[in-house]
């Protein structure tokens, strides 16, 4: 159980383009959702949660105009980073928490961007 | 701000030996600490969490304990095999509808 896929696994893209990257719960439903940023060997870097149905929290320095969330329904996510630039190449990984769930995050297999 | 300590940042072990990662945490309303693994490429994956109710919890050759006194959580792995090889990193919150906050990740090798 508590299985999170995300699609796709990779894109590359050309500057100036939007990608949307999807978060789907699979066998459960999910209140909050997180997406992270992680660069190579280091830590996961939480860039937003979202609720279904509500506006997502962004963390600090993390532009809302730039990576929109959509959270419409209690199993699927959507990150889109628009206007993508080489600087936003970078691993991205969402984390789904079920309902009663107490705070335990299941993961998915993240997606790796590339912007060339 | 809130913040996790993770120590070591790397740690290499014969196969066999066990594995201890040891993690600090600053938030005193901190209640969950769970532990992940990650593999290259891949998305963390949890292996074991514990509630600031118990002081210890098992499950096969994983173990964690946790000190609330003291603030800090460990993760121990015995009989470590080389599919063990991975960075692993410790979390903790004060439990649902707030952020994990993160230590830096480990990562363990495994010496055949």
């Known amino acids: 159980g508590a299985v999170v896929s995300q699609h796709p696994s990779r894109v590359i893209c050309k500057s100036g383009t939007s990608v949307k990257i999807e978060c789907r719960s699979l066998?459960?439903?999910?209140?909050?959702m997180f997406w992270y940023r992680q660069f190579p060997k280091q830590s996961l870097m939480l860039m937003a949660t979202s609720n279904e149905g509500s506006k997502a929290t962004y963390e600090q320095g993390v532009e809302k105009d730039k990576f929109l969330i959509n959270h419409a329904s209690l199993t699927l996510s959507t990150l889109t980073v628009t206007s993508a630039h080489p600087e936003d190449s970078s691993f991205y990984i969402c984390?789904?928490?079920?309902?009663?769930?107490?705070?335990?995050?299941?993961f998915g297999p993240g997606t790796r961007l590339l912007v060339l | 701000g809130e913040n996790v300590e993770q120590h070591p940042s790397t740690l290499s072990v014969q196969e066999g030996d066990s594995a201890v990662i040891k993690c600090t945490y600053s938030?005193?309303?901190?209640?969950?600490f769970p532990w992940y693994k990650q593999e290259l490429g891949k998305g963390p994956q949890l292996i074991i969490d514990?509630?600031?109710n118990v002081g210890e919890k098992k499950d096969q050759r994983i173990a964690v304990t946790l000190n609330k006194t003291a603030k800090h959580f460990s993760l121990h792995i015995t009989e470590t095999q080389p599919e063990d090889s991975a960075v692993y990193f410790c979390a903790a919150s004060r439990d649902s509808n707030y952020q994990l906050i993160w230590g830096a990740g480990t990562k363990l090798i495994i010496k055949p």
């Open positions: 514990i509630r600031s």
């Open positions: 066998d459960f439903q999910a209140t909050t």
């Open positions: 938030d005193s309303a901190s209640n969950y």
């Open positions: 984390s789904a928490e079920s309902l009663g769930g107490a705070g335990t995050q299941y």
